[in-house]
């Protein structure tokens, strides 16, 4: 079955070529749904940063992305969840500065601080308090199973994100 699309010419030229090859740009891109582009989204989906807030904005020229207002963030390839005011994303540095009441959780292990930077490539977290106040961490320190194997570190538990005191 042949389907046509017909757009009047008025529209058209109102519109411009972009929505006139628009049903022909939806057609192909439901045709060419492939299993091997499909596997690549499930890939770029667990490596996704998932930011929630009450505003967002993006600026593609300087590749700084910035949520406001009850910021929670999941990232699940690192296994990070946080809580902050605010977030920055700066994609050319591949860094994440939270600020605001941050609250960090990844494989049990938190820190919590007024602002955080996560270096994304490095892996490392550097936190600062607020004025006359300290940044606090707790870790997760397992003892050693007599029925492991040395050098084998344990599973951690990851127990659910939780909101900071007073909110």
Request: proline share 10%; net charge neutral.
């Amino acid at each position: 079955m042949m389907l046509h699309f017909f757009l009047p010419s008025s529209f058209v030229r109102r519109c411009g070529l972009a929505i006139a090859i628009l049903p022909l740009t939806l057609m192909s891109a439901i045709a060419l749904n492939t299993p091997l582009q499909r596997a690549q989204g499930q890939t770029a989906e667990q490596n996704s940063l998932i930011i929630n807030s009450d505003v967002q904005e993006a600026n593609s020229q300087t590749g700084i992305f910035t949520a406001r207002g009850n910021v929670q963030m999941n990232y699940p390839a690192r296994q990070i969840q946080a809580t902050a005011a605010q977030a920055q994303y700066f994609s050319q540095e591949r860094r994440i500065v939270l600020s605001g009441d941050v609250y960090i959780l990844q494989q049990g292990n938190s820190i919590r601080g007024e602002n955080v930077t996560y270096m994304i490539d490095e892996g490392r977290f550097i936190a600062t308090p607020k004025a006359n106040q300290q940044v606090q961490s707790i870790y997760i320190v397992s003892e050693p199973n007599p029925n492991q194997p040395p050098g084998t570190p344990p599973a951690p538990a990851v127990p659910p994100l939780a909101p900071s005191p007073g909110s």
